[in-house]
C-alpha cells in the first residue's frame, strides 16, 4: 500500500527576506513523516520575490510527500538520486537522477518514489512580486 503522509511545505512570505550566504544540510532541521524525510533550507521573501522556498525530500520506496496537489506558486523539482514518477498537469513521466520538472501556477503536480531505493529530489517554489 502506497504512503500519502501529505506533506506540503506552506511559502511563508510574512517571513524575514532571505539572508544571502550557503546552507549545508546538516544544518538545516529534517522532519520525517511517513517515508518523507523534508528539509527546508529557504522560506521567505527575496529582493524581486514575494516568496521563494527551497528545500529536499528523501522519499523511502514507495512513498510519496503528498497526493497531487496544486498551489499559486510555480515550481521545479529536480530529480538527483533513485527512481520514480512524477505527474504533471495529468501527464505521468518516469524520471531517474537528472530529470526537472517545471509546472505553472495552480498545475496538477505530484512526485512518487516507485524504485527500490530511497529517491532524493529538491524543489523550488516562487511567487514573484505583483502576482
Not at 72 to 82: K, L, R
Request: charge should be negative; glycine fraction near 10%; hydrophobic fraction near 35%.
Amino acid at each position: 500500500m502506497s504512503q500519502e503522509p501529505n506533506v506540503v511545505i506552506i511559502p511563508e512570505s510574512a517571513a524575514p527576506k532571505l539572508p544571502d550566504g550557503v546552507l549545508d544540510l546538516h544544518t538545516v532541521p529534517g522532519e520525517y513523516t511517513d517515508g518523507c524525510r523534508v528539509f527546508v533550507h529557504y522560506n521567505g521573501p527575496t529582493d524581486q520575490l514575494s516568496v521563494m522556498c527551497t528545500g529536499m525530500a528523501v522519499l523511502d520506496p514507495g512513498a510519496s510527500p503528498h497526493p497531487p496537489h496544486q498551489h499559486p506558486e510555480e515550481e521545479f523539482m529536480i530529480v538527483a538520486d533513485g527512481t520514480g514518477e512524477i505527474e504533471c498537469d495529468g501527464k505521468v513521466s518516469q524520471v531517474g537522477p537528472g530529470a526537472i520538472m517545471y509546472c505553472a501556477s495552480n498545475v496538477l503536480h505530484g512526485i512518487r518514489n516507485t524504485g527500490k531505493v530511497p529517491m532524493t529530489f529538491y524543489w523550488s517554489k516562487w511567487t514573484a512580486k505583483g502576482a
